[in-house]
């Protein structure tokens, strides 16, 4: 099949002959290397040799919509079951071209989706979604997914407010077999469907994909291990592109992998010796069972240099049969690997080791420190993303600039993520004291008790973990640090509402689960100069844990203490910030400042309202509380977190003192008690019913106006 081009750059792929069976051909502009034998079109395009090329398929970008004529013709995956390799491989390069298009136009997560194109077409051409189960770890990664399984036509709204959701989501797709916004969580969801299947009588596979980052959490090794026991049926592919930190990148280029396994990993597919025996046992290897199954498994300890006493890798150890490593971007190992596990009767867990490369085909990704993890809009050419100009930074950027300042003047101070370094501006704090600052991989539940242990020697670490996944290191917070009283300081970041990631991502709850701790100082700031006072008063508290919560987004505008240091506040005492009468609104966090805009809109209805900022949630500020009550009609209290949270606090101390006993009304204003789906901030704050507008018709509602609060803008 010789390819041409209509329309200048759009992208290019290879093939000049193809078997009967590709009666389809789409339309190219190819740049063969120099190396590579080509022959000329007569309207003088170049055609490259992919035999001379070993197969591979340029892309060319550019800002037009890709020629996908195969593509177009896949609806569902039961399309793809007739195609030959070499159609198989022209469909991965229309889906590398479609998903740098989609991305470019909408933002999201790009390379982590570019580095699984050809592990996606192998396994929907194989296996038999929604009937067998693919779970994807981390979600992240699933947009070739999403668009070989119906929604293509709607990736365009992907992360947009009623549109598909960035993740795996169950209620979006019966194809989406798990949801997985989190990480290293598929290998037990797999083990519990294969487990259920069996029980059930049921034949269908279940798939685990795991990577970018996902296998350095305990969770992966706990479901490895009980799989090896159960001895289910079930399959696993390791993705391994040697990331474990996202986003992958610190100031001065890609971030270091962390932990042994990678390392052991790196090892493995470095090795020569390795490499020449799996070319030799290649006829083996594509042979499983029976006694080759034995052959090629003890070829495959011995190439991999893993032997321990036993004779046993830490695979097989665990009760996995070990296939690996596999090029993740040869289409033909890849569909003939799956088809032999697939055909086996009864193989029990097999793992299959995939090595890939995060932003495959696309050179800016490959380039890119951070291998263009997430991204906004941006020029499918160059690759550059056209990120909008704030007058202020993020809140996140305002955080580390505290805590840089906080160490530079006490060599105690050190931080801790878990794979976070670029989310949550400790690779800032890292880049100035490369000592001081500890990426644990994604293992929140490590990144916890190791700053526990931190804290028994008399440093002051700051755990800096976004408020959704600080839950999965909740026993440790409450039994290792709150328990024993030490000074752990969490930072937790993406506190409220968060766009585009949606519930998967909100930090919803971390008010609520870590005021009810006994000994934990719970404080939110109003905007970034109180985040900057706040981290100098958590490094201050040195006689029990505290915790300050700021969200997504940028500062205000506020003036900033002077060379970014903050000063600590006085533990339990918040703070007037416009007096008034009749109403009172006590704020929690950013959102005093949709209470400041509401005070504003109300004045024109010739109400005047007191605001006031509780700072801290625990320890209350209680004789503040008392006089808004003694002093006001209607209390409101205004924060964006979960039921259960600081007005649930406030309400329990009106409550036990009687200060509900008498005039006063009390309102508390927070989160839906439900899920809010990805979208816009603005959409979905209007949805939780938290926008200025809202605060202001919930006052003219309570002074008897409803009329007037309808009639708001």
């Known amino acids: 099949m010789a390819l041409q081009a209509s329309s200048p750059s759009v992208f290019c792929a290879i093939p000049v002959t193809a078997p009967a069976s590709c009666r389809r051909q789409f339309q190219v502009r190819a740049s063969p290397p120099a190396a590579a034998s080509s022959t000329g079109g007569g309207d003088g395009k170049v055609v490259m040799n992919k035999e001379q090329t070993k197969g591979a398929w340029k892309i060319e970008y550019s800002g037009e919509k890709p020629e ?57 051409h194989v296996f038999d979604t929604p009937e067998d189960k693919i779970i994807w770890d981390v979600g992240h990664q699933a947009y070739p997914h999403k668009i070989l399984t119906g929604r293509r036509s709607r990736m365009h709204t992907i992360r947009k407010t009623s549109g598909l959701a960035g993740f795996p989501k169950r209620d979006e797709s019966a194809h989406d077999a798990f949801g997985a916004g989190h990480s290293s969580t598929s290998i037990s969801a797999a083990l519990g469907m294969a ?22 959490a305990g969770q992966a090794y706990e479901a490895m291990n009980n799989s090896g026991y159960l001895d289910s049926n079930m399959i696993v592919v390791l993705n391994d592109n040697k990331q474990v930190s996202l986003p992958t990148a610190t100031l001065d280029g890609p971030s270091k992998p962390v932990g042994a396994l990678s390392k052991a990993l790196t090892r493995l597919q470095s090795s020569t010796k390795f490499r020449r025996l799996r070319e030799a046992a290649k006829t083996v290897t594509k042979q499983i069972g029976g006694s080759t199954h034995e052959v090629a498994a003890k070829v495959d300890e011995y190439g991999r240099g893993m032997i321990s006493a036993s004779g046993s890798s830490l695979f097989a150890e665990l009760g996995l049969y070990y296939i690996g490593p596999v090029d993740g971007h040869n289409l033909e190992d890849l569909v003939t690997i799956f088809e032999k596990v697939k055909s086996m009767p009864a193989p029990g867990p097999v793992l299959v080791h995939i ?23 941006f020029d499918p050419m160059t690759g550059k993303q056209f990120k909008t100009k704030s007058p202020t930074l993020s809140y996140t950027q305002y955080f580390a600039e505290s805590l840089i300042r906080e160490a530079e003047v006490d060599d105690k101070v050190v931080a801790i ?4 370094g670029g989310g949550t501006g400790l690779n800032y704090f890292q880049k100035r004291f490369p000592e001081r600052c ?5 293992a929140e539940q490590h990144a916890v008790t190791f700053a526990a242990g931190l804290a028994t020697e008399g440093l002051k670490p700051f755990c800096a973990i976004y408020s959704s996944f600080l839950q999965r290191g909740y026993d440790q917070v409450v039994h290792d640090v709150d328990l024993q009283r030490l000074p752990v300081r969490f930072a937790l970041d993406r506190a409220g509402l968060v766009g585009a990631d949606g519930p998967t991502h909100c930090g919803a709850f971390d008010v609520t689960y870590m005021a009810c701790l006994p000994n934990m100082v719970v404080m939110a700031p109003a905007d970034e100069a109180e985040l900057m006072h706040m981290v100098a008063t958590a490094n201050a508290i040195d006689d029990r844990p505290s915790c300050f919560r700021f969200p997504r987004g940028n500062g205000i505008g506020a003036v900033l203490p002077l060379n970014n240091k903050g000063t600590a506040l006085q533990l339990g005492k918040g703070r007037v910030l416009v007096g008034g009468t009749r109403v009172a609104i006590l704020g929690y966090g950013t959102i005093v400042q949709a209470c400041l805009k509401a005070a504003e809109a109300l004045k024109e209805h010739d109400i005047f309202i007191t605001v006031a900022d509780a700072r801290f949630c625990k320890p209350l500020d209680t004789e503040l509380i008392r006089d808004l009550a003694a002093e006001h009609e209607i209390l409101i209290t205004a924060e964006e977190g979960s039921i259960g949270g600081f007005g649930s606090h406030v309400a329990h101390y009106l409550g036990l003192n009687g200060l509900l006993d008498g005039h006063l009304k009390l309102r508390s204003m927070f989160l839906p008690d439900r899920y809010i789906d990805h979208g816009a901030p603005e959409d979905q704050m209007e949805e939780a019913g938290l926008t200025p507008r809202h605060i202001a018709a919930t006052v003219l509602s309570l002074l008897g106006r409803p009329l007037e609060a309808l009639h708001l803008k």
């Open 195 to 216: 487990v259920g299947r069996d029980l059930l009588g049921k034949k269908n596979h279940v798939i685990s994909v795991i990577g970018d980052g996902a296998m350095t």
């Open 417 to 420: 993520h878990a794979a976070m």
């Open 68 to 124: 996908t004529p195969l593509l177009d013709t896949i609806n569902y995956p039961v399309h793809m079951k007739d195609l030959s390799n070499t159609d198989l491989e022209q469909l991965s390069a229309e889906l590398r071209a479609e998903i740098v298009h989609t991305v470019s136009k909408t933002g999201g997560h790009l390379s982590s989706s570019l580095g699984v194109v050809e592990l996606s077409v192998a396994l929907h």
């Open 355 to 377: 090595v890939t490369e995060k932003g495959k085909g696309y050179p800016p990704a490959e380039a890119a420190a951070d291998k263009m993890h997430g991204v906004v809009k």
């Open 438 to 442: 500890f990426d644990v991989g994604i």
